[in-house]
Nanobody, 126 residues
């Protein structure tokens, strides 16, 4: 399984970015997907997750009402729309594929995700 994240960049505070993650190698549509991020000197943390059928989403509190996760199973892709960006959103963002197919549970722990993309840098200037 390969996950390729893209769309990161440098943006001013209050701006927007849309991250994309392209998947290949297994039945993408069977698995929940998540976005995580890791800031310098910090552990990787959960950002958002979406169920295999896009019915359910879940966000960490700090990004609620600013970020939106979505997916297009026909294109084997998951997205993270990030609005009203803040300097504290600066991090490397990773997409990841859940371990369990067709699960209705949205997980936030790193070890519940089996495959990871390479990460894309998001830098928000003040």
């Amino acid at each position: 399984v390969q996950l390729q994240a893209s769309g990161g960049g440098l943006v001013q505070a209050g701006g927007s970015l849309r991250l994309s993650c392209a998947a290949s190698g297994r039945s993408f549509s069977r698995y929940a997907m998540g976005w995580f991020r890791q800031a310098p000197g910090k552990e990787r943390e959960f950002v958002a997750a979406i169920s295999w059928n896009a019915v359910s989403t879940y966000y960490t509190n700090s990004v609620k009402d600013r970020f939106a996760i979505s997916r297009d199973n026909a294109k084997n892709a998951v997205y993270l729309q990030m609005n009203s960006l803040k300097p504290e959103d600066t991090a490397v963002y990773y997409c990841a594929s859940d371990r369990f197919g067709y699960s209705s549970n949205l997980r936030t722990a790193n070890d519940m995700y089996e495959y990871w993309g390479q990460g894309t840098q998001v830098t928000v200037s003040s």
